[in-house]
């Protein structure tokens, strides 16, 4: 679901009721991953069972669902479903008002997995390399 073409296009009418399709996102996101039914607004993350490995798969499902970044250190810091809903949904503004086309960028997040992933590549060949030389 892309929440922003949403807004802009006014099947979503009102920034709070952007807000309630943010939250009600959220809380799906923390029942799936923490396996819980009932979680509230303010209840905190760490509170409900979180913990910090699993901030990374949050990451990641905030970032498909969203189509923004979200960086660990913003889930560390943003803890409620309340907390978080209202940053991503300062991030959406933002990026409505600097267009589509340019992505927001979080404070360290901003190697890719694919990046990560190439750079173990590329440190394996080279550990292969010395041990054969």
């Known amino acids: 679901m892309d929440f922003l073409d949403d807004f802009q296009n006014g099947r979503i009418a009102s920034i709070s009721q952007l807000k309630s399709h943010i939250e009600v996102e959220i809380i799906t996101i923390w029942?799936?991953?923490?396996?819980?039914?009932?979680?509230?607004?303010?209840?905190?993350?760490?509170?409900?069972?979180?913990?910090?490995?699993?901030?990374?798969?949050?990451?990641?499902?905030i970032q498909m669902r969203f189509n923004l970044k979200v960086s660990v250190i913003e889930l560390f810091r943003y803890t409620t479903v309340e907390s978080l809903s209202e940053?991503?949904?300062?991030?959406?503004?933002n990026q409505a008002s600097?267009?589509?086309?340019?992505?927001?960028?979080?404070?360290?997040?901003?190697?890719?997995?694919?990046?990560?992933?190439?750079?173990?590549?590329?440190?394996?060949?080279?550990?292969?390399?010395?041990?054969?030389d």
């Open 87 to 93: 940053l991503i949904l300062d991030k959406l503004k």
């Open 31 to 61: 029942k799936e991953l923490l396996n819980i039914e009932k979680i509230g607004l303010k209840d905190n993350f760490f509170d409900v069972g979180g913990y910090s490995l699993l901030l990374h798969q949050i990451r990641r499902k």
């Open 98 to 132: 600097l267009g589509k086309e340019s992505a927001i960028d979080s404070d360290v997040e901003d190697v890719s997995e694919t990046n990560l992933n190439n750079k173990r590549k590329m440190m394996m060949n080279r550990r292969k390399k010395k041990k054969s």
